[in-house]
């Protein structure tokens, strides 16, 4: 996706538009290239297996409450990460399987700001629902890398 600043600027300085412009016209690209620090961005791609008495018209999508905390329990507010950016199209989304009606799948874009060499990032998730166990996990993210998560939800017997 070419950032909208950068449609009318040849010489935009968005670090991804030079491999667009130079992929478009055919042109060779370099593999190394010192910018790259530039890069900040993740992708979290989420699997969730919902329990089998978890059906579709007891659960759906939205049903299923995602949090993003910092690994401390902190809101992310303020931090070095950031989740979802609104105003970015495709940042996340979310699909339940039609072959197998207990599978979904959740995907969210984010960023890490301030990246320092060797200093692992990671976030705290919870996930929960009015039929659902709450389930908290951590994942490591790195930017430019896509993080992936497998996880069973179990049903909440009241």
């Given amino acids: 996706q070419v950032p909208k600043a950068c449609i009318k600027d040849p ?3 968005h670090p991804t538009f030079p491999y667009l412009w130079k992929h ?3 042109e060779q690209i370099t593999q190394i290239d010192r910018r790259l620090g530039s890069f900040k961005t993740f992708l979290l791609d989420i699997n969730v297996r919902l329990d089998e008495r978890l059906t ?3 659960v759906s999508l939205d049903d299923i409450h995602i949090v993003y905390q ?7 507010d303020g931090s070095n990460i950031e989740i979802k950016k609104n105003y970015e199209l495709y940042a996340h989304g979310q699909k339940r399987s039609i072959k197998y009606p207990h599978v979904c799948r959740f995907y969210t874009t984010g960023s890490i700001k301030n990246h320092l060499l060797h200093r692992r990032e990671g976030l705290k ?9 709450t ?3 951590e994942l490591e993210i790195k930017e430019t890398y896509t993080s992936f998560l497998d996880i069973y939800l179990s049903y909440k017997d009241e």
């Fill in 135 to 137: 389930r908290t996990v």
């Fill in 24 to 26: 478009l016209l055919g």
């Fill in 125 to 133: 998730m919870t996930f929960s629902g009015a039929k659902i166990k």
């Fill in 70 to 76: 910092n690994l401390d329990g902190t809101a992310l």
């Fill in 11 to 13: 010489d935009c300085a």
């Fill in 56 to 58: 579709r018209e007891m």
